[in-house]
C-alpha cells in the first residue's frame, strides 16, 4: 500500500470519529501552543528589555552599598554626588532618586500615589517625554521647590484636561502631615502594556517631585539608595565603576562600602533570569505535549480494539505488517501535524497581540515555527509506534474471529 | 491435470498451554487446477483448519504443503501475506466486508495491497463485480445489501486479483436456501471459466453442487468421492423458488 493509499485510510477513519479525534487533539494543540507561545514571549521579553536598555544607554553604572546594614555616615547622600564628579573625569551625567509612596488630592478625591524624587539630570536615565509644561529642573533641587509632575492620565482623569500647569494637588505623605505642590510638567501616558496596567484604578500614579523636597517631607531622610552614573564610552565601564567606589571610598575613609554595577551586566543578569523562566515554562509546556500524546496513544489503542476485525480482514487480503502499522502511525501523524499546525496559528496569533500590546515587532521566529511543526510530526510518529505495532502483531484468524 | 495444491503427511497441533489438540492428521491432498469441490465433516473435524493452512492464514505444524508447486512451509509472514493477495481469494460464512465501504471499495481493497494504479484498480473492481451479477449495486455499502449480495461482493473481492484458488468457508451458512443456491449458481459459473473452488459446508446438498467431495473426521480425511451429476444451482433455485411461492399461496389459502 503506498502513501497516498493509507493517508485516504487515516483520513476517512479520523472522519467516522470526529468528535473523538478533535477532542484528543485538543491536548497537542494546547501543548505546541504553549510552546510556540512560551518561545515567542521569551524572545519578546527579551527584546523587550532591550528596547529599554537600549533607551537608558548600554553606559550607566550604578553605585549601591555592598552590605544592607550601612552605618549612617557611610550612607550615600546627595553631596557624594560632587565627590563622584570631581573625582571621576569620565562621568557624563550623575542622578539619584528615592522612591516614596503617598495619596494625592484633588478636591474630595484621592489617588494613592509613588512619589519619585529625583535629581536634576535623573530624565537622562530614565526617558520621560512631556505633554506640557517643563521637567524638575537645578533651581528646583536647589530651592526645594513644591513642584510636582504628573501625567497626563492623571490629569485627565482628576481635571478632565491636561494642561493643567498651576494648579495646586496636596500631597498626603504616610506619617500623615501634608503639603500642597503645584503642577509644573504633564507626562506623555505611555501607550504599551505596562502603561495600560499602570492605569488601573487601583494601581498608584508616579509623579515625580525634587529630591530635596521629598527628603523634606519625609522625616528628612538623607540616605540615597544608590546613584547613577553615565559615561560617554562603552567600554570599561567596569573600570570606570570600580574607580568611582574607590573614590567615594577614599573620601569616607573605609573601604568595603560599595559595588558599582553596569547595565551591561544587568543586561546579562536580566537575560539569564528570562532564560530561567523560559525554561522552566518550556518544560511545563512538554509536558502538556506529553500528556496530549498520551491522550492519543490510548485513542489509537481503543482504536485498534475497535478495528480487530478489520485488521483480520486487511490481513486476510493480503495486508503485510508494515500495510498495517504504515495505517495507524499515518492517524497519529495526521493527528499531531494538523494539531500542530493549529497550536502554530494560535502560538502566532497569541504572538502578535502580545508583540503588539508592549510595541515590538511580531517575533514568533521562523525557527520555531519550523521546529514545532517538525517536532509535532516526530511526536506523531513516536506514538503511534507502540498502537500500530500491536494491531500489526495481531493474529488473522483470531482477529477475523473475533466479535 | 495440473495440481494446484499438494499435501503430504499434513499434520496440525493446536498447542493451548498443556492441552494440545490434533485438528489434522496425516492429510494427503491433492487439488487440480480447475477443479469446484467440497469438504464435509462435522464440526471440529479440521475443515476450517485446513481452509486456513490452504489460505496461508495459519502454518502446518508437520508435513508438506506446496502451493502452485511452491513450497509453503518456510516463508516468513510477509511471504505469507503476499500469497494471500496474489493466489487466495477468501470467501467466509459472516461476509467480512469493511461495512464504512462501498461494495465497490471492498472489491478494491486486495488490489491496494498488490499495488494496483488507481484507474486500472476501478475497472478490475467493476469487471468483477458484473461477473457475480451487482453491477447496479456498486456503490451500495454493505447494510444496504441482502445476504446473498453481500456474499456476491465478497466473492467479487475473492476473484478480483485473479488467485489461484477461492476458499469459501461455509459461504452459504448465513442466508436462505435462494440466496445460498445464488452463490453456488455464482461458484458454478466461475469454475466453467476456469477458476478453482474450494468450498465447506455443513450441507449435503450445497455439497452436491460441486464436482467432488472430500469428508472429514475428527482431523482425518475419511472419504474422497467424485460427484457424477453435480446438481445445477440455476435449476435448483428455480425449484426452490416455486416452493417457496407454494408455501405462500398455501398460507393464503388457510386464511
Ligand atoms: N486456535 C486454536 N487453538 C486450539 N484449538 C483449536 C484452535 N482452532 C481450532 N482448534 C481446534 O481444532 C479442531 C478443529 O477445528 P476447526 O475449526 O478446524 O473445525 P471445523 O471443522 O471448522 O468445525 P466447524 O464446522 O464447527 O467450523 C477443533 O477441535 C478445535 O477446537
Ligand atoms: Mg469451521
Redesign the interface.
Known amino acids: 500500500?503506498?502513501f497516498y493509499?493509507s493517508l485516504k485510510q487515516a483520513l476517512?477513519s479520523l472522519k467516522?470519529n470526529k468528535l473523538r479525534s478533535i477532542l484528543t487533539m485538543v491536548g497537542i494543540i494546547m501543548g505546541v501552543f504553549s510552546v510556540v507561545t512560551i518561545m515567542a514571549l521569551g524572545s519578546a521579553a527579551e527584546s523587550y528589555i532591550n528596547v529599554q536598555f537600549e533607551k537608558i544607554g548600554a553606559n550607566i553604572i550604578t553605585i549601591q552599598y555592598k552590605s544592607d546594614a550601612a552605618e549612617r555616615k557611610n550612607w550615600l547622600v546627595l553631596e557624594d554626588m560632587e565627590t563622584i564628579v570631581d573625582g571621576t573625569p569620565e562621568v557624563k551625567n550623575i542622578a539619584a532618586f528615592i522612591q516614596r509612596g503617598g495619596d494625592l488630592r484633588v478636591e474630595s478625591k484621592t489617588k494613592k500615589a509613588i512619589v519619585y524624587g529625583i535629581s536634576s539630570q535623573y530624565k537622562n536615565f530614565s526617558p520621560i517625554e512631556m505633554a506640557e509644561g517643563r521637567f524638575i529642573n537645578e533651581f528646583d533641587i536647589l530651592s526645594r521647590s513644591k513642584v510636582i509632575i504628573v501625567d497626563e492620565n492623571f490629569a485627565q482623569k482628576y481635571f478632565k484636561r491636561t494642561d493643567i500647569i498651576g494648579r495646586i494637588i496636596e500631597l498626603k505623605v504616610s506619617s500623615g502631615s501634608k503639603i500642597k505642590v503645584k503642577v509644573v510638567g504633564v507626562m506623555k501616558g505611555g501607550d504599551d502594556l505596562f502603561s495600560s496596567i499602570a492605569n488601573n484604578e487601583n494601581f498608584p500614579t508616579f509623579v515625580y517631585m525634587p529630591i530635596t523636597t521629598v527628603q523634606n517631607i519625609y522625616y528628612n531622610y538623607k540616605k540615597l539608595p544608590s546613584i547613577m552614573v553615565s559615561v560617554q564610552q562603552k567600554e570599561q565601564l567596569k573600570e570606570i565603576g570600580e574607580r568611582i567606589v574607590n573614590v567615594l571610598e577614599l573620601h569616607k575613609g573605609k573601604g568595603d562600602l560599595y559595588v558599582a554595577r553596569n547595565s551591561v551586566e544587568e543586561q546579562k543578569i536580566f537575560s539569564s533570569v528570562l532564560g530561567v523562566i523560559s525554561a522552566v515554562l518550556l518544560v511545563i509546556a512538554v509536558i502538556t505535549l506529553i500528556v496530549g500524546g498520551i491522550g492519543i496513544v490510548n485513542i489509537l489503542l481503543v482504536s485498534v480494539t475497535e478495528r480487530i476485525?478489520?485488521i483480520?480482514?486487511?490481513?486476510?487480503?493480503?495486508?503485510?505488517?508494515?500495510?498495517i502499522v504504515l495505517q495507524f502511525i499515518t492517524e497519529s501523524v495526521i493527528m499531531t501535524a494538523s494539531s500542530g499546525l493549529i497550536g502554530i496559528l494560535m502560538g502566532i496569533g497569541a504572538g502578535n497581540i502580545i508583540a503588539n500590546q508592549i510595541k515590538i515587532p511580531p517575533m514568533v521566529e521562523y525557527k520555531t515555527i519550523v521546529l514545532a511543526f517538525t517536532g509535532s510530526i516526530i511526536l506523531g510518529l513516536i506514538f503511534g509506534v507502540y498502537p500500530a505495532k500491536k494491531a500489526a502483531d495481531l493474529d488473522?484468524?483470531e482477529s477475523?474471529r473475533y466479535e | 491435470m495440473e495440481q494446484i495444491i499438494s499435501m503430504s503427511g499434513l499434520g496440525k497441533v493446536y498447542i493451548n498451554g498443556r492441552l494440545q489438540v490434533e485438528a489434522l492428521k496425516n492429510l494427503t491432498l491433492s487439488i487440480g487446477r480447475g477443479e469446484l469441490l467440497s469438504i464435509m465433516g462435522p464440526s471440529g473435524s479440521g475443515k476450517s483448519t485446513l481452509m486456513?493452512i490452504i489460505?496461508c492464514?495459519?502454518r502446518l505444524t508437520t508435513g508438506s504443503y506446496m502451493l502452485d508447486d511452491v513450497d509453503i512451509s518456510g516463508m516468513n509472514?510477509?511471504e505469507l501475506?503476499?500469497i494471500?493477495?496474489?493466489k487466495i481469494g477468501?470467501v467466509?460464512q459472516s461476509f467480512?466486508?469493511?461495512p464504512?465501504k462501498t461494495a465497490l471499495q471492498n472489491v478494491e481493497?486486495?488490489m491496494?495491497?498488490?499495488?494496483t494504479g488507481k484507474s486500472h484498480r476501478r475497472k478490475k473492481a467493476v469487471d468483477a463485480l458484473e461477473r457475480v451479477g451487482l453491477s447496479d449495486r456498486m456503490a451500495h455499502r454493505p447494510n444496504e445489501l441482502s445476504g446473498g449480495q453481500k456474499q456476491r461482493v465478497a466473492i467479487a473481492?475473492a476473484l478480483v486479483?485473479n488467485p489461484s484458488i477461492v476458499l469459501a468457508d461455509e459461504p452459504t451458512g448465513n442466508l436462505d436456501s435462494v440466496s445460498g443456491e445464488e452463490v453456488m449458481e455464482v461458484f458454478q459459473g466461475l469454475n466453467k471459466e476456469g477458476v478453482t473452488i474450494l468450498v465447506v459446508t455443513h450441507e449435503r446438498e450445497i455439497a452436491e453442487h460441486t464436482n467432488r467431495i472430500i469428508s472429514f473426521r475428527d482431523g482425518y480425511l475419511i472419504k474422497d468421492e467424485t460427484v457424477d451429476n453435480p446438481l445445477d444451482a440455476i435449476a435448483e433455485k428455480k425449484k426452490r423458488l416455486e416452493q417457496s411461492k407454494a408455501v405462500i399461496m398455501e398460507a393464503g389459502e388457510n386464511d
Open positions: 500500500m503506498n493509499e476517512e467516522t476485525r478489520e483480520g480482514i486487511r490481513k486476510a487480503l493480503g495486508a503485510q505488517k508494515k500495510d488473522p484468524i477475523l | 486456513n489460505g492464514l495459519d509472514d510477509n501475506a503476499r494471500r493477495n496474489r477468501f467466509f467480512n466486508l469493511l464504512k481493497l486486495p491496494i495491497y498488490a499495488g473481492r486479483n
